[in-house]
């Protein structure tokens, strides 16, 4: 199928650079993993929109302009008729991409999108929404994108899966669709631990090891609304229910695999694929740095007390 025909009327018109007439005069920035990122073009509403989502990751103006500006990204007006009108009911919802070496488009529910790297990376939406209650969800879906682009550019990735904190550590929950993640992260939210986030967090490197770093992009259980510490990662896991509650080692090659697999957006970039190769590598640059177990659990809970014994204590487990 053409690149974009389920949702654009036209997609052979699809904009072929970061072009159009923007929606306002306003901006906003955002302190998140990879960033800062500013957004121009906005109109008053839409900003209100995403203040009222993301509102604890905006920066202050002098702020941002102490910190400069790694991403910029302009909101440009389309018109709805541009638009398919598409029945939402029993459908899964999945954006259309479209990678080139130089440039990535994206297609979605009521919006369009491009990344470019010219004089590094920049973005583009544009969307018919003024900044109705469906501007937010219309925006996020474009910036989880640019973020995933952003983390790869960074030597990071960005992953889907439920991380939680504890102790001053952090572990990932990985695995299919349906596999547990919002249960593991339920599960660890009634042990008092943290959810970061119960759909996609950044992972990077640092010299104390893989750090995970909570994104304001969540699942069922919604956001706190506030950013957090970056955590060190005690474990990585590889969800899997079972009647009974017990960890099993997984080797290196199993954890680059599974990360892989969990690395949404640029995993199915072929330009971008010996890049997210090598960030993998190096997050994960040894058998057991970071520790990595396939955790079968049961809903009770009960796997608690073994990740807290064999994946939170203070010094990791040998591999």
Not at 9 to 35: K, N, S
Not at 137 to 143: D, R, S, T, V
Not at 241 to 249: R, T
Request: with cysteine.
């Amino acid at each position: 199928m053409t690149f974009g025909a389920a949702f654009l009327a036209h997609p052979d018109l699809f904009p072929a650079r970061r072009g159009g007439a923007t929606w306002g005069a306003c901006e906003v920035t955002f302190a998140l993993p990879g960033g800062p990122y500013r957004f121009a073009g906005l109109a008053a509403a839409q900003v209100e929109a995403v203040r009222a989502r993301f509102g604890a990751y905006i920066k202050g103006m002098g702020d941002a302009d102490a910190a400069g500006v790694a991403v910029e990204s302009l909101v440009f007006r389309m018109a709805e008729e541009e638009f398919r009108e598409i029945d939402t009911r029993g459908w899964e919802y999945g954006l259309d991409l479209d990678p080139a070496p130089a440039a990535v488009r994206l297609a979605g529910l009521r919006l369009a999108g491009r990344l470019d790297w010219r004089s590094g990376l920049s973005g583009a939406l544009w969307t018919p929404d003024a900044g109705s209650d469906s501007f937010a969800g219309i925006f996020e879906n474009f910036f989880r994108v640019l973020t995933a682009y952003r983390l790869l550019e960074q030597g990071g990735v960005l992953v889907h899966g439920a991380a939680v904190a504890a102790a001053g550590r952090s572990l990932l929950a990985l695995g299919r669709s349906g596999a547990g993640k919002t249960t593991f992260a339920r599960l660890a939210l009634a042990r008092g631990a943290e959810v970061l986030s119960d759909d996609l967090n950044a992972l990077r490197r640092a010299a104390a090891g893989t750090m995970v770093e909570k994104l304001p992009f969540t699942g069922d259980l919604g956001d706190s609304a506030s950013p957090s510490d970056v955590f060190p990662l005690a474990a990585l896991l590889r969800l899997e229910k079972s009647p009974d509650d017990e960890l099993v080692p997984l080797g290196r090659a199993e954890a680059v695999g599974l990360l892989l697999a969990c690395s949404p957006f640029v995993n199915v970039d072929p330009h971008r694929r010996e890049t997210l190769l090598a960030n993998l590598g190096t997050l994960v640059p040894s058998a057991g740095d970071p520790p990595v177990w396939a955790l079968r659990f049961a809903l009770t809970g009960d796997c608690w007390p073994i990740l807290e014994r064999q994946c939170l204590r203070s010094t990791p487990p040998a591999s």
